[in-house]
Every structure is written in C-alpha cells, then in structure tokens.
C-alpha cells in the first residue's frame, strides 16, 4: 500500500509582530513577556501539530534589525538570536529599520510565500502574523494552487487578545483569506527560549 502524502507545511514567522502581540496580550503576567522570548523552532512545530498528519516541511523568520547606531542593544540581540535560528536551520531575513520602522519585512514574506507555492514547496503555509497587507499575497497563492489543480491552506496564527476592549477588533483579527488560529497563553509558554541573547 502506498504511503499517504503529509502536507507540507512551511511556517511563516513576522518576529516582531508576534513580539508586539504577545508583549500587548500579556506583559502584565510579567517577565518575560517584555522580550521576544519566543522558541520559534518549538512554537513552529506546535503550530504544525495542533492539527494531526502534517509535517513541519521548513521554518522562514523575518525582522527589522536596527544597526549598532540607532539601537546597540536590539542590534546585539537580534544579531545573536538571529545566529542561533541560522544553526538550527530556520531561514532568516534580516530587514532594515529606517525611522523606527521595519521595511521590506511584508514584501519579503509576501514574495516568499507566492513564490513557494509556485513551486509547490508547500501544502499549508502558517503565517504568523495579522498584518493585513499579506492578504492580496494570499489571494493570489490560492490563485497559483488552483491553477496547478492543488489545495493549498492558509493560516495565520496570532496570541490571544487578553480582553476585547485592549487592541479593539482587530486584536481578534487573523489575516483575511485565511483560517484564524489563535495562540493561547499555555502553547506560547511551553515555547519559551531560555537564552540569554544580550
């Protein structure tokens, strides 16, 4: 009997978006909320296994990373967190920050994500983030994998909004064109990196 293909999957990581949702969601817990403090190996296979029968097929992070000048220590930081993802086999872009804002973070996940679903490298694409510029990108994935006579399923994964009247509605926003799955409080704190990376 043949084996049963297992969807591919390939997550999607916009690292300072999560950063700001988990920071916003539960800094009032305390430590270490504060920080990026999120194993993104750990947290993407837990987001590949909330369902049964796929497989965690390849991890992509992107962030804004401020040079030594405008910011020495987040520069230090993320140069370090950074390295280890590299080790562990996470693919990596580093984007620019130009006047306290990321640039080429949503271009860079956008052309990513049409360009491996053209190639068929996926099955499932989790895209961690709400950011609501990725959804013509996703609108157009899906118009790639039709055209190939494929199904291909869109998530986007985001931490918990601790109460409706914080971060308005669309703290409960996941991107459009995709299924919504929300990352609780309990899964982001058995995914929690214990390096120090300052």
């Known amino acids: 009997m043949a084996q049963q293909h297992q969807p591919r999957a390939i997550v ?3 690292g300072q978006n999560l950063f700001r949702v988990a920071k916003n969601a539960w800094e009032h817990h ?20 909330r369902l049964g029968g796929r497989q965690l097929s390849q991890i992509r992070f992107y962030t804004g990373v401020p040079t030594s000048r405008q910011n020495e220590f987040w520069s230090r930081f993320w140069r370090n967190k950074l390295y280890v993802l590299e080790q562990q086999g996470v693919y990596v872009y580093r984007g620019r920050i130009s006047n ?24 499932m694409a989790i895209i961690v983030s709400q950011d609501s510029d ?8 899906k118009e790639f994998a039709k055209d190939q006579g494929r ?9 918990e909004a ?19 799955v929300v990352i609780d409080k309990a899964t982001y704190d058995a995914c929690i990196d214990p390096r120090d990376y300052r």
Not at 30 to 46: E, I, M, N, R, T
Not at 162 to 180: E, F
């Open 162 to 180: 601790p109460h409706r009247s914080i971060g308005g509605p669309k703290a409960h926003r996941g991107i459009d064109g995709t299924d919504w």
């Open 100 to 123: 306290a804002q990321e640039k080429g973070v949503d271009v860079s996940i956008a052309t990513d994500l049409l360009w491996l679903t053209y190639k068929q490298q996926l099955d």
């Open 12 to 14: 999607f990581f916009d």
């Open 151 to 159: 199904w291909v399923t869109f998530e986007s994964a985001f931490p």
């Open 30 to 49: 305390g430590p270490p909320y504060g920080w990026p403090c999120f194993d993104v190996v750990k947290l993407a296979q837990a987001l590949v296994d």
């Open 134 to 141: 990725l959804a013509p990108a996703v609108v157009r994935a």
